[in-house]
Protein backbone atom coordinates (compact mmCIF):
# COMPACT_ATOMS: atom_id res chain seq x y z
CA UNK A 1 0.00 0.00 0.00
CA UNK A 2 1.06 3.56 -0.81
CA UNK A 3 1.32 6.46 1.68
CA UNK A 4 -1.84 8.68 2.00
CA UNK A 5 -3.53 11.34 3.62
CA UNK A 6 -7.41 11.43 3.80
CA UNK A 7 -8.93 14.43 4.58
CA UNK A 8 -12.99 14.51 4.23
CA UNK A 9 -14.00 17.31 6.36
CA UNK A 10 -17.84 17.60 5.06
CA UNK A 11 -20.45 16.92 7.48
CA UNK A 12 -23.53 14.54 5.94
CA UNK A 13 -26.37 15.00 7.72
CA UNK A 14 -28.40 11.77 6.40
CA UNK A 15 -32.00 10.78 6.65
CA UNK A 16 -35.82 11.56 5.96
CA UNK A 17 -36.59 15.25 6.25
CA UNK A 18 -32.88 16.59 7.00
CA UNK A 19 -33.41 19.59 4.19
CA UNK A 20 -35.33 21.47 7.28
CA UNK A 21 -31.98 22.23 8.64
CA UNK A 22 -30.43 23.49 6.05
CA UNK A 23 -30.46 26.97 7.71
CA UNK A 24 -28.52 25.90 10.92
CA UNK A 25 -26.31 24.80 8.61
CA UNK A 26 -25.60 27.28 7.07
CA UNK A 27 -25.66 29.57 10.60
CA UNK A 28 -23.14 26.57 11.82
CA UNK A 29 -20.60 27.36 9.10
CA UNK A 30 -20.69 31.01 8.97
CA UNK A 31 -22.90 31.39 6.56
CA UNK A 32 -24.31 35.24 6.69
CA UNK A 33 -25.27 36.36 3.38
CA UNK A 34 -26.21 33.03 1.14
CA UNK A 35 -26.54 32.09 -2.83
CA UNK A 36 -29.01 29.91 -3.19
CA UNK A 37 -28.31 27.63 -6.48
CA UNK A 38 -30.38 24.89 -8.22
CA UNK A 39 -31.27 23.47 -11.52
CA UNK A 40 -33.57 23.34 -14.27
CA UNK A 41 -36.43 23.15 -11.72
CA UNK A 42 -37.37 19.79 -10.59
CA UNK A 43 -36.25 20.98 -7.18
CA UNK A 44 -38.87 24.05 -7.58
CA UNK A 45 -41.63 21.40 -9.04
CA UNK A 46 -41.08 18.96 -5.35
CA UNK A 47 -41.37 22.01 -3.22
CA UNK A 48 -37.74 21.50 -1.79
CA UNK A 49 -36.70 24.74 -2.71
CA UNK A 50 -39.61 25.77 -0.81
CA UNK A 51 -38.51 23.94 2.27
CA UNK A 52 -34.91 25.01 2.02
CA UNK A 53 -35.33 28.78 1.51
CA UNK A 54 -37.90 28.33 4.21
CA UNK A 55 -35.64 27.20 6.40
CA UNK A 56 -33.05 29.37 5.64
CA UNK A 57 -35.34 32.30 6.58
CA UNK A 58 -36.18 30.33 9.68
CA UNK A 59 -32.95 30.77 10.75
CA UNK A 60 -32.78 34.19 9.63
CA UNK A 61 -30.60 33.80 6.94
CA UNK A 62 -30.87 36.27 4.00
CA UNK A 63 -30.48 34.41 0.71
CA UNK A 64 -30.34 35.30 -2.99
CA UNK A 65 -31.07 32.46 -5.96
CA UNK A 66 -29.54 31.32 -9.15
CA UNK A 67 -31.29 28.61 -10.66
CA UNK A 68 -30.84 27.22 -14.57
CA UNK A 69 -28.17 25.10 -14.10
CA UNK A 70 -27.98 22.59 -16.83
CA UNK A 71 -26.70 18.89 -16.70
CA UNK A 72 -23.44 19.26 -17.74
CA UNK A 73 -22.83 22.78 -16.14
CA UNK A 74 -21.78 25.74 -18.04
CA UNK A 75 -19.37 28.64 -17.68
CA UNK A 76 -21.69 30.99 -18.94
CA UNK A 77 -24.12 30.29 -15.51
CA UNK A 78 -20.76 30.63 -13.29
CA UNK A 79 -19.82 33.91 -14.46
CA UNK A 80 -23.35 35.41 -13.54
CA UNK A 81 -22.92 33.45 -10.46
CA UNK A 82 -19.43 34.98 -9.63
CA UNK A 83 -21.18 38.40 -10.54
CA UNK A 84 -24.03 37.88 -8.54
CA UNK A 85 -22.32 37.22 -5.54
CA UNK A 86 -19.97 39.96 -5.68
CA UNK A 87 -22.77 41.94 -5.81
CA UNK A 88 -24.77 41.01 -3.28
CA UNK A 89 -21.63 40.23 -0.82
CA UNK A 90 -22.56 36.41 -0.57
CA UNK A 91 -20.40 34.45 1.49
CA UNK A 92 -21.60 31.16 1.49
CA UNK A 93 -23.27 28.64 -1.85
CA UNK A 94 -25.89 26.15 -0.86
CA UNK A 95 -26.66 24.04 -3.67
CA UNK A 96 -29.83 22.20 -4.09
CA UNK A 97 -29.63 19.43 -6.72
CA UNK A 98 -26.78 17.04 -8.13
CA UNK A 99 -23.73 17.36 -9.08
CA UNK A 100 -24.08 19.87 -11.98
CA UNK A 101 -25.67 22.06 -9.57
CA UNK A 102 -22.55 21.49 -6.90
CA UNK A 103 -19.78 21.80 -9.57
CA UNK A 104 -21.39 25.17 -10.60
CA UNK A 105 -21.45 26.34 -7.28
CA UNK A 106 -17.84 24.81 -6.38
CA UNK A 107 -16.66 26.79 -9.67
CA UNK A 108 -18.78 30.00 -8.46
CA UNK A 109 -17.23 29.86 -4.95
CA UNK A 110 -13.22 29.84 -6.04
CA UNK A 111 -14.06 32.12 -8.42
CA UNK A 112 -15.19 35.17 -6.93
CA UNK A 113 -12.02 34.96 -4.66
CA UNK A 114 -10.19 34.97 -7.51
CA UNK A 115 -8.83 37.85 -9.72
CA UNK A 116 -8.15 36.45 -12.62
CA UNK A 117 -10.71 34.12 -15.26
CA UNK A 118 -12.20 31.43 -13.20
CA UNK A 119 -11.20 28.96 -16.26
CA UNK A 120 -7.77 29.29 -15.14
CA UNK A 121 -8.56 26.49 -12.95
CA UNK A 122 -10.13 24.34 -15.61
CA UNK A 123 -7.66 25.15 -18.17
CA UNK A 124 -4.62 23.89 -15.81
CA UNK A 125 -3.18 27.70 -15.73
CA UNK A 126 -4.28 28.41 -11.86
CA UNK A 127 -4.78 25.74 -8.88
CA UNK A 128 -7.60 26.22 -6.22
CA UNK A 129 -6.27 27.50 -3.00
CA UNK A 130 -9.12 29.30 -1.49
CA UNK A 131 -12.76 29.10 -2.26
CA UNK A 132 -16.13 30.96 -0.45
CA UNK A 133 -17.84 27.48 1.09
CA UNK A 134 -20.20 25.59 0.22
CA UNK A 135 -22.95 23.25 1.69
CA UNK A 136 -25.26 20.91 -0.30
CA UNK A 137 -28.72 19.51 -0.03
CA UNK A 138 -28.46 16.27 -2.50
CA UNK A 139 -31.06 15.26 -4.77
CA UNK A 140 -30.01 12.64 -7.43
CA UNK A 141 -26.96 9.94 -6.06
CA UNK A 142 -24.29 10.01 -9.05
CA UNK A 143 -21.48 12.35 -8.98
CA UNK A 144 -20.42 11.97 -5.67
CA UNK A 145 -19.75 16.06 -5.69
CA UNK A 146 -20.88 16.13 -2.49
CA UNK A 147 -18.31 14.82 -0.85
CA UNK A 148 -15.38 15.15 -3.36
CA UNK A 149 -13.04 18.42 -3.40
CA UNK A 150 -13.96 18.22 -7.15
CA UNK A 151 -15.80 20.17 -9.82
CA UNK A 152 -16.51 20.14 -13.81
CA UNK A 153 -17.70 22.14 -16.07
CA UNK A 154 -18.27 22.61 -19.84
CA UNK A 155 -16.80 25.62 -21.91
CA UNK A 156 -19.81 26.68 -23.40
CA UNK A 157 -18.26 27.91 -27.11
CA UNK A 158 -15.67 25.67 -27.26
CA UNK A 159 -17.47 22.39 -25.60
CA UNK A 160 -14.66 21.56 -23.75
CA UNK A 161 -15.58 19.96 -20.76
CA UNK A 162 -12.70 20.00 -18.08
CA UNK A 163 -12.02 19.09 -14.22
CA UNK A 164 -10.64 21.09 -11.12
CA UNK A 165 -10.13 19.63 -7.58
CA UNK A 166 -8.87 21.23 -4.32
CA UNK A 167 -9.78 20.33 -0.68
CA UNK A 168 -10.42 23.97 -0.47
CA UNK A 169 -13.89 22.70 -2.82
CA UNK A 170 -14.58 19.94 -0.08
CA UNK A 171 -18.32 21.10 1.08
CA UNK A 172 -18.50 21.94 4.28
CA UNK A 173 -21.94 20.13 4.92
CA UNK A 174 -24.23 17.86 2.82
CA UNK A 175 -27.79 17.05 2.92
CA UNK A 176 -28.73 13.52 1.98
CA UNK A 177 -32.44 12.64 2.30
CA UNK A 178 -32.54 9.55 -0.11
CA UNK A 179 -36.25 10.69 -0.04
CA UNK A 180 -35.81 13.16 -2.63
CA UNK A 181 -34.58 11.21 -4.86
CA UNK A 182 -37.56 9.50 -5.22
CA UNK A 183 -38.52 11.93 -7.86
CA UNK A 184 -35.82 10.89 -10.57
CA UNK A 185 -36.80 9.47 -14.18
CA UNK A 186 -35.76 6.30 -13.79
CA UNK A 187 -32.96 7.10 -16.97
CA UNK A 188 -31.10 9.24 -14.58
CA UNK A 189 -31.53 6.74 -11.58
CA UNK A 190 -29.44 4.44 -13.99
CA UNK A 191 -26.76 6.89 -14.83
CA UNK A 192 -26.28 7.53 -11.68
CA UNK A 193 -25.89 4.23 -10.92
CA UNK A 194 -23.20 4.33 -13.70
CA UNK A 195 -21.75 6.82 -12.63
CA UNK A 196 -20.91 5.42 -8.82
CA UNK A 197 -19.57 1.91 -10.10
CA UNK A 198 -17.43 3.41 -12.58
CA UNK A 199 -15.73 5.95 -9.62
CA UNK A 200 -15.22 2.46 -7.90
CA UNK A 201 -13.67 0.74 -10.94
CA UNK A 202 -11.34 4.04 -11.56
CA UNK A 203 -9.78 2.97 -8.14
CA UNK A 204 -9.83 -0.51 -8.32
CA UNK A 205 -8.05 -1.13 -11.10
CA UNK A 206 -4.97 -0.21 -10.00
CA UNK A 207 -1.00 -1.31 -10.18
CA UNK A 208 -0.64 -1.15 -6.54
CA UNK A 209 -0.21 -5.17 -5.18
CA UNK A 210 -1.12 -5.60 -1.04
CA UNK A 211 -4.54 -2.69 -1.22
CA UNK A 212 -6.99 -6.25 0.62
CA UNK A 213 -8.82 -3.68 2.37
CA UNK A 214 -9.38 -0.88 0.03
CA UNK A 215 -10.38 -3.62 -2.68
CA UNK A 216 -12.85 -5.00 -0.24
CA UNK A 217 -14.28 -1.71 0.55
CA UNK A 218 -14.77 -0.72 -3.19
CA UNK A 219 -16.39 -4.32 -3.87
CA UNK A 220 -18.90 -4.04 -0.78
CA UNK A 221 -19.84 -0.62 -2.94
CA UNK A 222 -20.03 -2.27 -6.80
CA UNK A 223 -22.35 -5.25 -4.83
CA UNK A 224 -24.30 -2.96 -2.83
CA UNK A 225 -25.10 -0.94 -6.38
CA UNK A 226 -25.68 -4.52 -7.94
CA UNK A 227 -28.14 -5.37 -5.51
CA UNK A 228 -29.80 -2.41 -5.17
CA UNK A 229 -30.34 -0.49 -8.43
CA UNK A 230 -33.11 -2.89 -9.93
CA UNK A 231 -34.86 -2.25 -7.11
CA UNK A 232 -35.24 1.15 -7.32
CA UNK A 233 -35.58 1.01 -10.75
CA UNK A 234 -38.67 -1.55 -10.17
CA UNK A 235 -39.62 0.37 -7.21
CA UNK A 236 -38.60 3.86 -7.33
CA UNK A 237 -40.15 4.57 -3.78
CA UNK A 238 -37.66 1.61 -2.12
CA UNK A 239 -36.61 4.30 0.53
CA UNK A 240 -33.85 1.91 2.01
CA UNK A 241 -32.77 0.60 -1.68
CA UNK A 242 -32.44 4.70 -2.00
CA UNK A 243 -30.66 5.24 1.24
CA UNK A 244 -28.47 2.60 0.46
CA UNK A 245 -27.42 3.51 -3.48
CA UNK A 246 -27.43 7.35 -1.96
CA UNK A 247 -24.77 6.29 0.74
CA UNK A 248 -22.68 4.29 -1.39
CA UNK A 249 -22.53 7.21 -4.23
CA UNK A 250 -20.97 9.32 -1.68
CA UNK A 251 -18.57 6.50 -0.08
CA UNK A 252 -17.48 5.89 -3.88
CA UNK A 253 -16.31 9.30 -4.48
CA UNK A 254 -15.09 10.54 -0.93
CA UNK A 255 -11.49 8.86 -2.12
CA UNK A 256 -12.37 6.41 1.23
CA UNK A 257 -12.30 3.56 -1.59
CA UNK A 258 -9.28 5.37 -3.15
CA UNK A 259 -6.13 5.78 -0.59
CA UNK A 260 -3.00 4.11 -0.36
CA UNK A 261 -3.53 3.16 -4.36
CA UNK A 262 -2.67 4.18 -7.70
CA UNK A 263 -5.69 4.94 -10.01
CA UNK A 264 -6.76 5.08 -13.32
CA UNK A 265 -9.42 7.99 -14.95
CA UNK A 266 -9.29 7.37 -18.17
CA UNK A 267 -12.50 6.40 -19.08
CA UNK A 268 -13.96 9.62 -17.30
CA UNK A 269 -11.82 11.64 -19.37
CA UNK A 270 -12.71 9.53 -22.47
CA UNK A 271 -16.32 9.88 -21.46
CA UNK A 272 -15.84 13.73 -20.38
CA UNK A 273 -14.96 14.22 -24.62
CA UNK A 274 -18.90 12.52 -25.41
CA UNK A 275 -20.45 14.62 -22.97
CA UNK A 276 -18.71 17.93 -23.95
CA UNK A 277 -19.42 17.19 -27.87
CA UNK A 278 -23.12 15.56 -27.89
CA UNK A 279 -24.42 16.79 -24.15
CA UNK A 280 -25.44 13.47 -23.35
CA UNK A 281 -25.59 12.19 -19.47
CA UNK A 282 -22.14 11.58 -17.80
CA UNK A 283 -23.35 8.20 -16.53
CA UNK A 284 -25.03 7.22 -19.54
CA UNK A 285 -21.25 8.07 -21.76
CA UNK A 286 -19.62 5.90 -18.93
CA UNK A 287 -21.69 3.09 -19.33
CA UNK A 288 -20.46 2.90 -23.48
CA UNK A 289 -16.96 4.07 -22.88
CA UNK A 290 -16.27 1.96 -19.39
CA UNK A 291 -16.41 -2.13 -20.59
CA UNK A 292 -15.10 -0.99 -23.97
CA UNK A 293 -11.96 0.48 -22.02
CA UNK A 294 -12.12 -2.79 -19.64
CA UNK A 295 -12.02 -5.14 -22.78
CA UNK A 296 -9.27 -3.12 -24.16
CA UNK A 297 -7.02 -3.49 -21.05
CA UNK A 298 -7.79 -6.33 -19.67
CA UNK A 299 -4.84 -7.95 -20.72
CA UNK A 300 -3.05 -5.86 -19.01
CA UNK A 301 -4.10 -7.73 -15.85
CA UNK A 302 -6.61 -10.26 -16.25
CA UNK A 303 -6.14 -11.84 -12.96
CA UNK A 304 -7.70 -8.19 -11.52
CA UNK A 305 -10.47 -8.21 -13.63
CA UNK A 306 -11.29 -11.94 -13.04
CA UNK A 307 -11.24 -10.79 -9.08
CA UNK A 308 -13.80 -8.76 -9.60
CA UNK A 309 -16.27 -10.62 -11.93
CA UNK A 310 -15.58 -13.56 -9.21
CA UNK A 311 -16.60 -11.63 -6.34
CA UNK A 312 -18.91 -8.56 -7.62
CA UNK A 313 -20.86 -10.37 -10.22
CA UNK A 314 -20.43 -14.30 -8.88
CA UNK A 315 -18.64 -15.24 -11.97
CA UNK A 316 -17.06 -19.47 -11.30
CA UNK A 317 -13.43 -18.51 -11.15
CA UNK A 318 -11.31 -20.19 -14.01
CA UNK A 319 -7.66 -20.24 -12.63
CA UNK A 320 -6.13 -21.72 -15.33
CA UNK A 321 -7.69 -18.98 -17.66
CA UNK A 322 -8.46 -16.14 -15.60
CA UNK A 323 -8.79 -14.14 -18.90
CA UNK A 324 -11.96 -16.07 -19.44
CA UNK A 325 -13.50 -15.41 -15.42
CA UNK A 326 -12.08 -11.92 -16.85
CA UNK A 327 -14.19 -11.76 -19.76
CA UNK A 328 -17.08 -13.27 -18.53
CA UNK A 329 -16.87 -10.26 -15.54
CA UNK A 330 -17.15 -7.35 -18.56
CA UNK A 331 -19.64 -9.24 -19.89
CA UNK A 332 -21.76 -9.20 -16.75
CA UNK A 333 -21.54 -5.18 -16.50
CA UNK A 334 -22.86 -4.82 -19.82
CA UNK A 335 -25.63 -6.92 -19.49
CA UNK A 336 -26.23 -5.11 -15.68
CA UNK A 337 -26.17 -1.53 -17.60
CA UNK A 338 -28.14 -2.19 -20.47
CA UNK A 339 -30.67 -4.30 -17.90
CA UNK A 340 -31.30 -0.69 -15.80
CA UNK A 341 -31.79 0.48 -19.13
CA UNK A 342 -28.49 3.06 -20.02
CA UNK A 343 -27.27 2.60 -23.78
CA UNK A 344 -24.60 0.06 -24.40
CA UNK A 345 -23.27 1.57 -28.00
CA UNK A 346 -22.61 5.08 -29.78
CA UNK A 347 -26.12 4.38 -31.88
CA UNK A 348 -28.08 3.70 -28.22
CA UNK A 349 -26.06 7.15 -26.83
CA UNK A 350 -26.40 9.18 -30.02
CA UNK A 351 -22.83 9.51 -30.85
CA UNK A 352 -21.38 8.88 -34.05
CA UNK A 353 -18.73 6.67 -34.99
CA UNK A 354 -16.80 8.89 -37.69
CA UNK A 355 -17.03 11.76 -35.16
CA UNK A 356 -13.89 9.26 -33.39
CA UNK A 357 -11.30 11.61 -34.64
CA UNK A 358 -12.70 14.49 -33.57
CA UNK A 359 -13.11 12.79 -29.88
CA UNK A 360 -9.59 12.01 -29.89
CA UNK A 361 -8.59 15.27 -30.72
CA UNK A 362 -9.95 17.17 -28.30
CA UNK A 363 -8.68 14.89 -25.74
CA UNK A 364 -5.21 16.85 -26.62
CA UNK A 365 -2.63 14.00 -25.97
CA UNK A 366 -0.68 14.52 -29.27
CA UNK A 367 2.27 11.76 -29.45
CA UNK A 368 1.52 11.64 -25.21
CA UNK A 369 0.13 9.16 -23.35
CA UNK A 370 -2.11 9.17 -20.47
CA UNK A 371 -1.51 8.09 -16.78
CA UNK A 372 -3.45 5.42 -15.26
CA UNK A 373 -3.82 1.52 -14.46
CA UNK A 374 -2.89 1.19 -18.65
CA UNK A 375 -1.15 4.28 -19.97
CA UNK A 376 -3.18 5.09 -23.49
CA UNK A 377 -1.40 6.72 -26.89
CA UNK A 378 -4.13 8.55 -29.02
CA UNK A 379 -4.35 5.42 -31.27
CA UNK A 380 -5.52 3.08 -28.22
CA UNK A 381 -7.84 5.73 -27.35
CA UNK A 382 -9.31 5.93 -30.88
CA UNK A 383 -9.33 2.08 -30.38
CA UNK A 384 -11.42 2.05 -27.42
CA UNK A 385 -14.24 4.49 -28.90
CA UNK A 386 -14.25 1.76 -31.56
CA UNK A 387 -15.03 -1.01 -29.31
CA UNK A 388 -17.81 1.34 -27.46
CA UNK A 389 -19.19 2.29 -31.00
CA UNK A 390 -19.88 -1.27 -31.74
CA UNK A 391 -20.65 -2.89 -27.87
CA UNK A 392 -23.25 -5.05 -28.16
CA UNK A 393 -24.71 -7.95 -25.69
O1 LIG B 1 -31.91 20.41 -13.32
P1 LIG B 1 -33.00 19.65 -12.67
O2 LIG B 1 -34.35 20.08 -13.04
O3 LIG B 1 -32.81 19.54 -11.17
O4 LIG B 1 -32.92 18.12 -13.25
C1 LIG B 1 -31.84 17.26 -13.00
C2 LIG B 1 -31.04 16.95 -14.27
O5 LIG B 1 -31.85 17.05 -15.41
C3 LIG B 1 -32.39 15.91 -12.66
N1 LIG B 1 -32.63 15.72 -11.23
C4 LIG B 1 -31.74 15.82 -10.22
N2 LIG B 1 -32.32 15.49 -9.06
C5 LIG B 1 -33.62 15.23 -9.35
C6 LIG B 1 -33.82 15.37 -10.72
N3 LIG B 1 -35.02 15.15 -11.31
C7 LIG B 1 -36.04 14.77 -10.53
N4 LIG B 1 -35.92 14.58 -9.18
C8 LIG B 1 -34.72 14.78 -8.57
N5 LIG B 1 -34.60 14.56 -7.25
O6 LIG B 1 -31.40 14.97 -13.04
C9 LIG B 1 -30.67 15.49 -14.13
C10 LIG B 1 -29.20 15.25 -13.89
O7 LIG B 1 -28.70 16.05 -12.84
P2 LIG B 1 -27.13 16.27 -12.68
O8 LIG B 1 -26.90 17.16 -11.52
O9 LIG B 1 -26.55 16.65 -13.98
O10 LIG B 1 -26.64 14.77 -12.35
P3 LIG B 1 -25.33 14.22 -11.72
O11 LIG B 1 -25.36 14.28 -10.25
O12 LIG B 1 -25.12 12.92 -12.37
O13 LIG B 1 -24.17 15.23 -12.17
C11 LIG B 1 -23.54 15.11 -13.42
C12 LIG B 1 -22.38 16.07 -13.53
O14 LIG B 1 -21.40 15.79 -12.51
C13 LIG B 1 -20.12 15.64 -13.14
C14 LIG B 1 -20.48 15.05 -14.48
O15 LIG B 1 -19.43 15.14 -15.41
C15 LIG B 1 -21.68 15.88 -14.87
O16 LIG B 1 -21.29 17.14 -15.39
N6 LIG B 1 -19.23 14.87 -12.28
C16 LIG B 1 -18.77 15.47 -11.17
C17 LIG B 1 -17.91 14.85 -10.29
C18 LIG B 1 -17.41 15.54 -9.07
N7 LIG B 1 -17.68 16.82 -8.93
O17 LIG B 1 -16.76 14.95 -8.21
C19 LIG B 1 -17.42 13.50 -10.53
C20 LIG B 1 -18.16 12.77 -11.60
O18 LIG B 1 -17.31 11.82 -12.14
C21 LIG B 1 -18.73 13.60 -12.69
O19 LIG B 1 -17.77 13.81 -13.72
ZN1 LIG C 1 -18.29 10.19 -12.72
Known sequence: MDNFNFYSPTEFVFGKGREHEAGQMVKK???????VHFGGGSAVKSGLLDRVTASLTAAEVPYVTLGGVKPNPRDTLVYEGIDLCKQENVDFILCVGGGSVIDSAKAIAAGVVYEGDFWDFYCGKAAVEKAL????????????????????????????????????????????????????PPFQTACGACDIMAHVFERYFTNTPEVEITDRLCEAVLCTMVKETPRVIEDPMNYDARANIM????VAHTNICGVGRSQDWNSHNLEHELSGLYDVAHGAGLAVVMPAWMEFVMPHNPMRFAQMANRVFGCAMNYEKPEMTAKEGIRCFRRFLHEIGLPINFAELGAKEEDIPVLVEKLGLGDGKTWGFVRLSSEDVAQIYHIAAKAAL
Request: net charge positive; aromatic share 4%.
Open 29 to 35: YGGSKVL
Open 133 to 184: PIGTVLTIAAAGSEGSGDTVVTQEATGLKRGAGSNALRPRFSIMNPELTMTL
Open 247 to 250: WAGT
